[in-house]
């Protein structure tokens, strides 16, 4: 392979043809490249604009913020106007480079910007302030830049109580458990499950509860959105008798609940890659 083979994916390219070996190469190197090229646009966005992307999307548009202080020095541009709003075009040269003296001359400390304390390298999203988990400060993509903290998550508890229970659910099915009945004792592994279920006919009654589960749910959340119904989001008034009265020890439960559903998540995820992958069973040995 040459002297980028460090042994690791040639596997991947054993046994194609010289044309295919090279397309595959030369579209590695143009997917390099521009990943270079990408990096370097977003290292130069992070640092002269605040907030990240989505939020600068919300707030200043598609095309981003103003780029005025690029071209207010150039001459073409002072006569021509390019991208310079009209008001300062009006102006004229002179008092445009008069504005421009009076603003060397001004203070330019730069404000401090609170960092997240879950991911210290960006900015904490203060709309999580006060929601349970917002002192961490925890939303690295930025998600709740452009969709309502309620709705995110009211997604967020839901996939997470989900994966929490598919996850012991696929360990239990792989470890043997099965419910009683002949065809049931017949699944594999928790990979044929689903299959077999389908076509044993068994899918068809799960479907329709768990629809009826998902309307009731999708009727709660909007009347809370509404503030129809006084609800948190992920409430569903089940369970709540659980968590402790303190109000204190009442938030690190369900912060638990929070942190627990998203490592259920990734759990999950390579749970179900590892079973495909290597074709065995929980522990994947």
């Known amino acids: 392979m040459g002297l980028s083979d460090f042994g690791q994916g040639t596997e991947l390219l054993e046994g194609i043809d010289d044309a295919e070996l090279h397309r595959k190469q030369t579209a590695e190197r143009n997917n390099g490249r521009l990943a270079m090229v990408a990096i370097m646009g977003l290292l130069v966005q992070d640092y002269l604009f605040p907030g990240n992307p989505i939020a600068n999307m919300k707030t200043t548009g598609w095309w981003g913020p103003s780029v005025d202080y690029?071209?207010?020095?150039?001459?073409?541009?002072?006569?021509?106007?390019?991208?310079?709003?009209?008001?300062?075009?009006d102006a004229g040269l002179t008092a445009m480079r008069a504005t421009a003296s009076a603003n060397v001359g001004a203070s330019s400390t730069k404000p401090v910007?609170?960092?997240?304390?879950?991911?210290?390298?960006?900015?904490?999203?203060?709309?999580l302030r006060g929601w349970v988990g917002g002192e961490k400060g925890f939303d690295p993509l930025g998600v709740t830049d452009?969709?309502?903290v309620y709705l995110v998550r009211e997604a967020e508890l839901k996939h997470g109580r989900i994966c929490m229970l598919a996850t012991v659910?696929?360990?239990?099915?792989?470890?043997?458990?099965r419910f009683p009945g002949e065809k049931f004792a017949a699944?594999?592994?928790?990979?044929?499950?689903h299959d077999q279920c389908v076509q044993a006919g068994y899918m068809t009654?799960?479907?329709?509860?768990i629809g009826t589960f998902e309307l009731y749910s999708l009727w709660l959340i909007f009347e809370g959105w509404e503030g129809k119904a006084q609800r948190d989001a992920g409430?569903?008034?089940?369970?709540?008798?659980?968590l402790p009265a303190d109000p204190e020890k009442n938030a690190s439960m369900r912060m638990k609940e929070i942190e627990n559903g998203r490592l259920a998540m990734f759990a999950f995820s390579g749970i179900v890659t590892q079973a495909v992958v290597t074709g065995k069973t929980w522990p994947f040995m």
């Open 169 to 177: 659910g696929w360990i239990a099915t792989d470890l043997g458990m």
């Open 146 to 148: 452009a969709l309502p």
């Open 205 to 209: 009654p799960f479907l329709g509860a």
């Open 70 to 89: 690029f071209v207010h020095d150039i001459a073409v541009c002072q006569i021509a106007g390019c991208a310079l709003p009209r008001e300062r075009r």
């Open 187 to 193: 699944i594999a592994n928790s990979v044929n499950a």
């Open 113 to 127: 910007t609170e960092m997240s304390v879950a991911v210290p390298f960006l900015a904490y999203p203060k709309v």
């Open 235 to 242: 409430d569903y008034f089940l369970g709540k008798k659980f």
